[in-house]
């Protein structure tokens, strides 16, 4: 597998435009895209939770909080915890 560096951008469309032209045999290529994070995409992509609570130090706190990944398993978690707190 041959790598090559390149750079474009995303459009409105979400569609992948790259100017420069790329020095490989044409042919099937694999495509991994590396975004820059800047402030202001960084704020595009996290958006405010909604709070449950009415209490404005928790509400401020849950809103800055990211939401678990669909694969969590919580008990997982409190063995992983209990096994590290007691040393098993």
Do not use: C
Request: aromatic share 6%; glycine share 4%; no cysteine.
């Amino acid at each position: 597998m041959q790598a090559t560096k390149v750079k474009g951008i995303i459009n409105q469309e979400g569609k992948l435009i790259i100017e420069d032209p790329i020095n490989l045999v044409p042919g099937e290529v694999e495509v991994i895209v590396l975004q820059s994070i800047n402030l202001q995409t960084e704020q595009l992509s996290v958006p405010k939770r909604q709070s449950p609570s009415q209490v404005k130090a928790l509400k401020e706190w849950f809103e800055n909080t990211q939401p678990t990944s669909a694969d969590f398993d919580p008990e997982q978690a409190k063995w992983e915890y209990l096994k590290e707190k007691h040393n098993l």
